[in-house]
């Protein structure tokens, strides 16, 4: 398994994500000009802020060459996770469902969270989601723009489709998403956003291991 | 009123510079002179006095002089580490003057190609029921935040204290810490004679211009409205590009050296690298890339435009730079050349327009003696809010819910503590950020202390104490200090009584460090820092780096264990003196007792030994509000209530209250086995459990229920949450 993490200039946590990818395979970073994602199993857009956030977070690296290679490597069925910006980036692309608007308090906030896997849903591929997960996952999230929107009908539908990977444990929402949503999957199950950080969850010292399943169940 | 005064220079001065010119200087050669002969770029009034710090040991890599000190942390790497100040920018406006702020000691340390990995703050506003004051607070965290976690630095620790003297003039002290191998590390000094000299970048503008002496140098008062565009403006995303560019450009060998572009922006970057370097430099204001083309060359070589960088560069190198600077979509020039002539020559388009000699500008400005005078008392202020009749339980709670010692997290969620993957003590779980160093196989912790009011009360104490609470908090997770850096903040050096305390505080910070030998590897001068009401409190901040050699035996500060014994250990003589709870009462006046540097120093050893040994559950100093708010902080970041009885500190002499709320340096608060403790000389004075903090302590002993005590101490953070001021 060959992990493909992808560097803007502005990405602040691909060398986490580097390393945590490489706990469970082998990683390189990718360049935001490259275009060749040959011999790349999976795909990571990290968190940071690319470009700056200017104009929109995600609004500017959506357009970088990297990723119309990884829109390709979707469409194709390969696995890609979008961390925080990387969530951003993918929602921009229209690779996933949703925007992701500024927090409610219209403050930063950095806390370690639980984080409740969505459960299993008959008849979808993003189903398998809940399977691997029969626990809270304590995973931090930090973000000032993570509110997780869409149109109530689309939301109806997200959640019909099995297509929401995680919700904020009760009481935990830190940024007032809609329906306490922290993750998404695509419709066909190989493209999974969240705004809390897995990469920051891979090391016991650091706090938790957590963060190690979210890597492994992308490329189940 | 005469030019150089505008600018800041005295009469004297002005003589000074004619004379070493032998002749007036022009328009540009009197704005470099003004701004590198400010207090802020010259250390003119405290220069002479941090000649007494200790700067020399064992694990010093770079000491004062450079852009950040440095310490050895083995295996060939070392930890690079400076506290800066951004006082007057972040007072007249607080956002993007603590943003850049941070941006400025980001800079510091990746100047000397260490790749910065944690950031701390100390900040210092007046009393909370003030609209300023929460202004300041507000913008301050806002701006740190947002300038810190868009760089990807974790923030990992810091101190915030509210006191009616820092009203008008508050006080943002950035600190960052940074990790390079040793042997990759470049010094600030031009070498080289016809090397390039690179501007990477940032374009310049008019931002900034004059921020070292009409803003850093000089007393804050009406009209400071009017000084808002010495205020630089940050923008953290170039930052960004630029410290990766760097990290690549020293990775690869590319540059001889680097110096960042701080106060007084290329004058002084030029002026000290060709000083460092016993050289001289050529610069051409023509081949700097201005935002707007109309500048004067005055104006470009003193902008403060924020996100440069300084470089020297082998001139077969130049072509490889300027595309690597490409690469990282940041801007590059060369804009000149290091000779031989011992002169910082300015041109224009390949005409002369300013030439002065290195010595003068950089060595050549009077060095002042201070006319230091103790005051006759106590000269500040001092507001009862805790009146009449109290009983141990409401002053408890009064002083868990006093601002300076409540949590602070509404404050430092606002920051991210996880990048960078090496936390692994965050923000109030312990008393020191622990940060993973697999590198060098080991881990170092981070602090930052100050306590103003208490240096008030008696300057050398007061600041000995600092030292002394650095290294205790180090002490509780287990790490002993490879170095300190310091900002002095203080009010102007001219007026007496400032200056006795200047004086008196760098004493202690000498005198502290010398005992404890650790040295002070760099820092900072922040004086004037005045209000129309008088002078701030004296606040010298100390930041410290220590070592430990195994991220996973350290300790929190909270219990840990139902049934562990509770014991105070080391030469904690508490008094009323000073403290939060004499704020509370107005009952502040001069006077701390001297603390036993050498007792507090073998009580370190002792609690980190037993850290590193794994024998302790749980750690604390114990400091603002006493005995009985670190017993309560213990027991609320355990969730777990305690039974004490002081009985030991009754028969060291100290009355009930003193016992529960005095002050002092030196005291532990530790938990775990009974013979863990008892082995450690430790005073055994209760056990850990129950939902209480219960504490005999004679005729004031109390009970209070564990949530009461957490209702309180997180008032704040609550209080702030619901501001709609904010």
């Not at chain 2, 031989?340 to 003696?369: F, I, K, N, T, W």
């Not at chain 2, 355990?638 to 009754?650: A, E, S």
Request: hydrophobic share 40%; aromatic share 6%; glycine share 12%.
């Amino acid at each position: 398994m060959k992990w493909g993490v992808l560097q803007f200039p502005g990405s602040c946590d691909e060398r986490d994500a580097l390393q945590a990818c490489s706990l469970i395979g082998e990683a390189r970073l990718v360049w935001h000009e490259e275009r060749d994602l040959e011999g790349i199993d999976a795909v990571v857009v990290p968190g940071g802020f690319s470009y700056g956030d200017y104009l929109r977070a995600g609004a500017i690296a959506r357009f970088s060459p990297a990723m119309e290679a990884v829109a390709e490597f979707a469409a194709a069925g390969g696995p890609v996770l979008g961390i925080c910006n990387g969530f951003q980036v993918l929602c921009e692309a229209g690779l996933l469902p949703g925007a992701l608007l500024l927090n409610e308090d219209l403050r930063f906030h950095c806390r370690q969270l639980d984080l409740i896997p969505e459960g299993f849903v008959e008849g979808s591929q993003g189903s398998e989601a809940g399977k691997s997960f029969n626990e809270p996952l304590s995973i931090p999230a930090k973000h000032g723009e993570g509110r997780f929107w869409a149109p109530e009908e689309v939301l109806d539908s997200l959640e019909a489709r099995g297509q929401v990977a995680f919700r904020y444990a009760p009481g935990q929402n830190p940024n007032g998403s809609a329906r306490d949503i922290a993750g998404v999957w695509n419709e066909a199950g190989n493209v999974l956003g969240l705004m809390p950080h897995p990469e920051h969850a891979v090391d016991p010292l650091t706090g938790s291991t957590d963060g190690l399943k979210v890597f492994e169940r992308l490329v189940q | 009123m005469s030019k150089h005064r505008e600018l800041g220079l005295t009469d004297s001065e002005l003589e000074l510079i004619e004379e070493k010119l032998g002749r007036e200087p022009n328009d540009v050669e009197l704005a470099m002179f003004s701004l590198l002969w400010s207090e802020h770029c010259a250390y003119k009034h405290s220069r002479k006095l941090l000649r007494r710090l200790p700067t020399e040991g064992e694990r010093v890599v770079m000491g004062p002089g450079e852009n950040a000190g440095a310490v050895d942390v083995g295996n060939g790497h070392a930890v690079a580490f400076k506290v800066e100040s951004h006082n007057h920018p972040s007072a007249v406006e607080p956002f993007q003057g603590a943003a850049t702020g941070v941006g400025g000691i980001l800079r510091d340390v990746f100047a000397l190609g260490a790749r910065p990995i944690a950031i701390l703050d100390s900040l210092r506003f007046g009393e909370l029921d003030s609209v300023r004051s929460r202004h300041l607070l507000d913008g301050a965290v806002r701006g740190i935040g947002h300038y810190g976690n868009s760089i990807g630095v974790p923030n990992v620790g810091g101190e915030i204290y509210f006191e009616a003297p820092y009203e008008h003039n508050c006080l943002v002290n950035a600190m960052c810490v940074g990790l390079a191998k040793t042997e990759d590390m470049v010094r600030a000094a031009a070498v080289g004679v016809g090397n390039a000299v690179v501007l990477m970048g940032a374009s310049t503008g008019r931002d900034g211009i004059g921020g070292a002496s009409v803003l850093a140098s000089a007393e804050l008062g009406d009209g400071d409205e009017a000084k808002r565009p010495t205020v630089q403006i940050g923008d953290p995303f170039e930052e960004s590009k630029v410290l990766e560019c760097c990290l690549e450009l020293l990775d690869r060998g590319l540059l001889v050296s680097l110096q960042d572009l701080g106060a007084a922006g290329l004058t002084s970057s030029a002026a000290e690298m060709a000083s460092a370097g016993g050289v001289g430099i050529d610069l051409d204001v023509g081949r700097v890339p201005l935002r707007e083309a109309d500048m004067e060359p005055f104006e470009i070589m003193v902008s403060e435009s924020q996100e440069r960088m300084l470089a020297v560069v082998k001139p077969a190198k130049v072509p490889e730079v300027l595309a690597l600077c490409e690469k990282w979509q940041t801007g590059s020039a060369q804009i000149g050349i290091v000779t031989d002539s011992g002169q910082v020559r300015v041109l224009r388009d390949g005409a002369l327009v300013g030439e002065m000699p290195v010595e003068a500008l950089v060595d050549g400005c009077p060095l002042y003696d201070l006319s230091p005078a103790e005051p006759d008392g106590w000269i500040y202020g001092n507001r009862a809010t805790l009146a009449g009749e109290t009983s141990a339980h409401e002053i408890l709670l009064a002083l868990l819910a006093s601002p300076s010692v409540a949590s602070k997290r509404w404050a430092f969620e606002q920051y991210d503590s996880v990048v960078g993957s090496r936390t692994v003590r965050r923000p109030e779980s312990a008393d020191a950020a622990v940060l993973q160093i697999p590198e060098a196989g080991n881990a170092i912790a981070v602090a930052i202390d100050g306590n103003g009011r208490r240096v008030a009360c008696d300057p050398y104490a007061g600041t000995v104490e600092a030292v002394l609470e650095c290294v205790q908090n180090l002490a509780c997770v287990g790490a002993e200090p490879l170095g300190l850096t310091n900002c002095l903040n203080f009010g102007n050096p001219e007026k007496p009584a400032p200056a006795w305390q200047l004086d008196r505080a760098v004493s202690g910070l000498a005198d502290a460090c010398t005992a404890l030998g650790v040295p002070v590897v760099g820092g900072n001068v922040s004086l004037y820092n005045e209000g129309p009401e008088g002078p701030i409190y004296p606040t010298p901040v100390v930041g410290m780096v220590g070592e430990l050699p195994d991220p996973a035996k350290t300790c929190g500060s909270g219990f840990a264990r139902e049934g562990d014994s509770i014991a105070l250990l080391g030469p904690f003589s508490p008094t009323l003196a000073g403290s939060e709870l004499a704020k509370l009462r107005g009952a502040l006046e001069m006077g701390l007792p001297q603390a036993d540097i050498a007792a507090v120093a073998a009580a370190c050893a002792a609690v980190r030994e037993a850290v590193r040994a794994g024998r302790l559950s749980s750690a604390h100093d114990v400091s603002d509000g006493g005995l009985a708010c670190a017993l309560a902080e213990s027991a609320i970041a355990g969730r777990i209530g305690c039974r004490v009885d002081l009985q030991p500190l009754r028969e060291r002499g100290c009355s009930p209250e003193e016992a529960l709320f005095g002050e002092g340096p030196g005291g532990f608060l530790i938990s775990g086995e009974r013979d863990a403790l008892e082995s450690l000389a430790a005073t055994l004075i209760g056990t850990v459990g129950g939902s209480a903090i219960e504490v005999a302590a004679g005729d004031r002993s109390l009970a209070v229920g564990l949530a009461a005590a957490e209702d309180a101490w997180r008032s704040l953070s609550e209080r702030l949450t619901a501001d709609a001021d904010l």
